[in-house]
């Protein structure tokens, strides 16, 4: 059940930096500090939730039940009610999820409210990919600075931002108060360049060089790695080539269909009609729709 609505503005979905908001009805929502305690894999479903309660809003919806956000999650609808079961109450029994007010739980919950500033170190092909994405601002995180050490591409703009010398690093993520850093670098710079940000303040760290990152215990580093996310996609297809044959073969020996304690047909999922939740990849997220780090 989903009801349309004219769209709302951010007044409706709480004040960035206050660690709470107010919901359209007019209900404070908890600081985010609550939230403390939500298991990892929740957090990761949890993001792709606020995603499909993006794409509601700006489609007009108002009300949005457990089934239809779950389905276009891709989880189970008892699976996204524990979810949010960790953001306190939420939905009406019969009526659904307020789309705007559940967006603003969950924002708070990820720490959006308090909005975040982001470097980006390597304007190469893939920095370039990053820093030209539109998607970043509209989940909370402002692009604050290019930089990188080819002199020949410092004072280029990149999208909305003038590129600027890695020697630079150190103090203008300081002044720009900078919140994460994304390290887009060939693998030999990737540890002096994580050093910098570090020494700036930052202390949340994604990376895309293929090596692991030596920082401070409080600084918290995620890890991109393309070709572990390809071999997972390559076993799943394996996976599925090989369900298609085990199918495919048992019709064709005549095999029966299963059959229920009272004698009704058990059906089976078809390989291809199958929704694949993937496994945790390097950065904790899901190898799936769930875990793409730059969904659209």
Do not use: W
């Amino acid at each position: 059940m989903t009801q349309p609505h004219p769209p709302q503005g951010n007044d409706a979905r709480g004040t960035a930096g206050t660690g709470e908001g107010a919901t359209p009805s007019g209900e404070r929502v908890a600081p985010s500090s609550q939230y403390r305690d939500i298991p990892q894999a929740t957090v990761t479903r949890l993001a792709n939730y606020l995603r499909v309660l993006g794409s509601l809003s700006e489609a007009g919806t108002l009300i949005v039940s457990s089934e239809e956000l779950a389905r276009a999650a891709g989880v189970g609808s008892a699976k996204l009610r524990k979810d949010l079961s960790f953001l306190g109450p939420n939905g009406v029994r019969g009526v659904g999820y307020d789309v705007l007010r559940l967006q603003t739980r969950i924002e708070n919950a990820l720490g959006l409210d308090r909005g975040h500033r982001v470097v980006l170190v390597g304007v190469g092909n893939l920095g370039r990919a990053l820093a030209c994405y539109p998607g970043f601002d509209r989940r909370g995180f402002t692009l604050a600075g290019l930089f990188d050490a080819d002199p020949a591409l410092v004072g280029e703009t990149v999208g909305d931002l003038v590129v600027r010398g890695v020697d630079r690093l150190e103090s203008d993520a300081r002044e720009l108060g900078a919140t994460i850093g994304v390290v887009a670098t060939p693998e030999d710079a990737a540890q002096s360049v994580c050093d910098l940000l570090v020494s700036s303040g930052v202390r949340s760290v994604l990376s895309f060089a293929p090596i692991e990152l030596d920082v401070p215990e409080q600084v918290e580093v995620r890890r991109v790695d393309l070709a572990v996310e390809m071999q997972v996609l390559s076993f799943n297809s394996a996976r599925n080539d090989e369900l298609l044959r085990t199918a495919g073969g048992a019709h064709a020996a005549g095999v029966p269909s299963p059959r229920g304690p009272l004698g009704s047909a058990v059906s089976t999922p078809s390989p291809t009609r199958r929704s694949r939740t993937g496994k945790a990849g390097p950065l904790g997220s899901t190898v799936t729709r769930n875990g793409s780090v730059i969904a659209p």
